[in-house]
């Protein structure tokens, strides 16, 4: 089992540039989460999709957005990049149930100048 | 005042040593407490997994939660170099589709 896949890795995009990282899971999990992680602020929840078919904003939307594509698939597009969106993007996975226990990818490192 | 609090660290510990990591929180309707370890330039890895107070042991690991004093820890036994990591923990209150609130995550750093 791979669990949770994106892609790319690395990413060097120009200010205005747009991308889209890609997410994928085999646990057979109904949510879906995005993430982006800055040193001193932690994790922060970008948006999230409970189930195949919603979405729904986290802390953090602005200058985002996703495609929840089928069960497995969750992406994150960002459509004109700006150098605060120079961070760590984390995927994440979970089964619908109380407590909601998080499954992370690897991680997306993204640069923007 | 932040809904979990965890000291950032660099928390440096000679090898073989007792480790506690500590998170308190402010929230009282968390039931559901983790632990997460992340290795430099990886993803969180889930570690330990609790419900309500008590202690949890795995291993060299065993993660205790107080719930009266609004505060979860972690502590590692016999630690190794290999246990190096940022440590986060996380909480939630299980409610629905109810997302995890997470610490800042505190750095360990075990020297031989």
């Not at chain 2, 407490?33 to 570690?47: D, T």
């Not at chain 2, 004093?69 to 909480?91: E, G, H, N, V, W």
């Amino acid at each position: 089992n791979a669990g949770v896949t994106q892609t790319p890795k690395f990413q060097v995009l120009k200010t205005g540039q747009s991308m889209t990282l890609q997410c994928a899971q085999d646990m057979n999990h109904n949510s879906m989460y995005w993430y982006r992680q800055d040193p001193g602020m932690g994790l922060r929840l970008i948006y999230y999709s409970a189930s195949e078919g919603t979405t729904d904003k986290g802390e953090v939307p602005n200058g985002y957005n996703v495609s929840r594509l089928n069960k497995r698939e969750f992406s994150l597009r960002l459509e004109s990049a700006a150098p605060s969106q120079t961070s760590v993007y984390f995927c994440a996975s979970s089964e619908i149930r109380s407590g909601n226990t998080i499954y992370f990818g690897e991680g997306s490192w993204l640069t923007v100048v | 005042q932040k809904e979990v609090e965890q000291d950032p660290g660099p928390l440096s510990v000679p090898e073989g040593a007792i480790v506690s990591l500590n998170c308190t929180y402010s929230n009282s309707a968390f039931q559901y407490f983790m632990w997460y370890r992340q290795y430099s330039r990886k993803g969180p890895e889930l570690l330990m997994y609790t419900y309500s107070s008590g202690n949890k042991e795995d291993g060299r690991f065993t993660a205790q939660v107080d719930k009266s004093s609004k505060y979860i820890s972690l502590f590692i036994r016999d630690s190794q170099p290999s246990d190096s990591a940022t440590y986060l923990c996380a909480m939630s209150d299980g409610s629905g589709y109810s997302t995890l609130t997470f610490g800042k995550g505190t750095m360990l750093l075990v020297s031989p």
